[in-house]
């Protein structure tokens, strides 16, 4: 996107530099990084940081206003709401896609949020092992909101630790070390020294929670939540119900609350009135439909990951639906070329990550996470075989 950094980022690029790059990458966990790493970053000028940011900060305005809980009081499902919820998540990540305006101006789209954790110790690692291999730009960062390294770790700390030791806190998940994403929470561990435990291993004696390590019942006082109740429910019988425990009278604390999934998701889009953020609507509460349907994309509120959405969307695919309050119809942005590659330009796609202290007004933003294609969706999923796809991360200028 800067393109005298572009023109000389691939002028220096050789396929050994990339083997050895990723050779680096798989030493810290071997065999855990199992989905596609991009040959490059993207590089992001300050104007352009600026519209992101003014977009995040827009949106904040709005989760942060004193009735976005009456707003979004029906997000939650009824059979995942989830006891004991605090005041606010701890977490936020804005996904953007970089397109082109009809001036040919790029700028960036919102295409979905979420309440949610992502890569956030993982991109600390690979901003590591880029600088290693490829020349950045000394003012040039991966890290927004006036961060550093340092600065951004301590901050991921306090925010899942909270008050507590970090033997008494656990990143929670379903069998995380099938997980295509496992290499996060090894450096989860790794900068903030909690276990990574799967929902199976929960030991429970009333309201408490325990785990064990080495031949020691240790209890849970925190849990850095990264069950997606979608994927729960598509488990088998006894891991169903194991996962049942989540929805009692538990005396522990989220980060997140389970509940800021849904509440902070696909469904607060229609709420929000901003330049950067394509116009949504939920599909039961459209009159006339659009006679340019082919501009739009339905999306089923309650998925992750991509699953469900139809991008050419027809009559018929919305009179198939049957639960309309539970989907969302969205005008379809057109990602931009913009990624100048050896072979056909990238598309590509920003995630913006915005913690959120306890005791804190407002989130701020800290890191981010790049991905990029050059199929018809963004994701290592739909880019198979291809090359100068797959994740990343933004360097933004200083």
């Not at 949106?59 to 809980?69: A, E, L, M």
């Not at 979905?112 to 690979?126: C, N």
């Amino acid at each position: 996107m800067v393109p005298s950094i572009r023109k000389a980022y691939n002028e220096q690029f050789t396929q050994e530099k990339y083997d050895a790059f990723l050779t680096d990458l798989n030493t810290k966990h071997p065999g855990a990084l199992e989905f596609r790493v991009a040959e490059t970053p993207v590089f992001v000028d300050k104007a352009f940081t600026d519209k992101i940011i003014s977009a995040c900060e827009s949106i904040v305005d709005v989760i942060t206003g004193y009735n976005f809980k009456t707003l979004t009081s029906h997000a939650i499902p009824a059979d995942v709401r989830v006891p004991n919820e605090n005041d606010h998540t701890h977490f936020i990540a804005f996904d953007f896609g970089i397109c082109e305006n009809g001036n040919g101006e790029l700028e960036p789209l919102l295409i979905e949020m979420q309440g949610f954790p992502t890569l956030f110790a993982y991109e600390v690692y690979l901003d590591k092992v880029t600088r290693r291999h490829f020349d950045i730009p000394a003012n040039y960062s991966a890290y927004l909101g006036g961060f550093e390294e340092d600065t951004y770790i301590q901050l991921l700390k306090e925010v899942i630790l909270g008050v507590h030791e970090p033997e008494n806190v656990i990143l929670l998940e379903l069998l995380p070390h099938q997980q295509k994403t496992r290499i996060d929470f090894y450096c989860t561990t790794d900068y903030v020294g909690i276990e990574v435990v799967c929902l199976t291993e929960l030991i429970q004696e009333g309201r408490r929670l325990f785990y064990e390590k080495e031949g020691r019942r240790i209890e849970v006082k925190r849990i850095y939540n990264r069950i997606i109740f979608d994927d729960l429910q598509q488990q088998g019988p006894a891991i169903q119900e194991k996962g049942k425990l989540l929805l009692e009278e538990l005396d522990v604390e989220w980060v997140p609350h389970p509940n800021w999934f849904y509440r902070i998701s696909k469904y607060t889009l229609p709420f929000i009135d901003h330049p950067y953020v394509p116009k949504t609507r939920f599909l039961n509460e459209i009159a006339v439909l659009p006679t340019d349907l082919e501009n739009y994309v339905l999306k089923p509120l309650f998925s992750f990951a991509g699953q469900g959405v139809v991008i050419d969307v027809t009559l018929e695919d919305i009179e198939k639906v049957e639960d309309q309050e539970n989907w969302i119809l969205q005008r379809k942005v057109t990602y931009a070329d913009v990624i100048v590659t050896p072979g056909t330009p990238a598309k590509a796609e920003l995630r913006i990550f915005y913690f959120w202290k306890d005791g804190e007004t407002r989130p701020v933003p800290t890191n981010n996470l790049a991905r990029l294609s050059k199929g018809k969706m963004i994701g290592v999923r739909y880019n198979q075989d291809k090359e100068w796809v797959g994740g990343s991360l933004a360097y933004f200028e200083q």
